[in-house]
């Protein structure tokens, strides 16, 4: 699970994936942040300092760990329908990873989070695939097998394309408990795809 959250939102999303990756027997499922390119004082001035420090006991990401596992479920909120620039520094550092073809073969997953309904959650991991599709890696979404997509109970995100939050547009809505099965869901679904296919 690599992932950046600024106010926790994917962050959530991302350890109810690992929850569910780590559901499968054998699978190992490891939680690594995006660095942070904001300074502390922007990130204050965004009231996102504190979020920030909550997740300070997940390490950050080095480009050459991408390289080591079997898969890769990414986390990114929505920046205007597409990844955040975080997201978007990081992969651009992995030219050298394309190079070697270190990420062909792997499975790639992505979940995001969005302030509104339609904020573009499904442009930003359509538009994530691209880059996933340019290092080689195996697409894994969240097939309509998770029920908790069809539902019509409640305001939702999650979609074929992978699990989704709606965090509202002051913050304050947290990923409920279908959004956080919907996780669970794909990081169990990528971590049985990734090991049949890399079954010796």
Request: proline share 4%; hydrophobic share 35%; aromatic share 8%.
């Amino acid at each position: 699970m690599v992932y950046y959250s600024m106010y926790g939102h994917v962050y959530r999303l991302a350890e109810a994936a690992a929850q569910g990756a780590r559901s499968v027997t054998g699978v190992e499922a490891v939680l690594r942040r995006v660095p942070e390119t904001l300074p502390r004082d922007v990130l204050e001035k965004m009231g996102a300092l504190e979020a920030q420090d909550r997740q300070g006991h997940v390490p950050a990401c080095t480009v050459d760990e991408l390289g080591e596992g079997d898969a890769v479920l990414f986390g990114t909120p929505t920046r205007f329908g597409n990844m955040c620039g975080q997201m978007r520094q990081f992969l651009d550092a992995t030219g050298q990873l394309w190079a070697k073809g270190a990420l062909v073969g792997k499975v790639g997953s992505v979940i995001t989070s969005s302030n509104t309904q339609h904020g573009g959650q499904e442009s930003t991991i359509l538009s994530f695939h691209t880059t996933l599709l340019h290092h080689g890696m195996i697409i894994v979404g969240l097939p309509y097998s998770f029920q908790g997509q069809t539902t019509m109970d409640e305001i939702s995100g999650c979609s074929p394309y992978g699990a989704s939050t709606i965090a509202g547009a002051d913050g304050s809505r947290w990923p409920s408990a279908n959004e956080l099965d919907g996780a669970r869901y794909q990081g169990e679904h990528v971590a049985r795809i990734s090991k049949r296919l890399h079954r010796e």
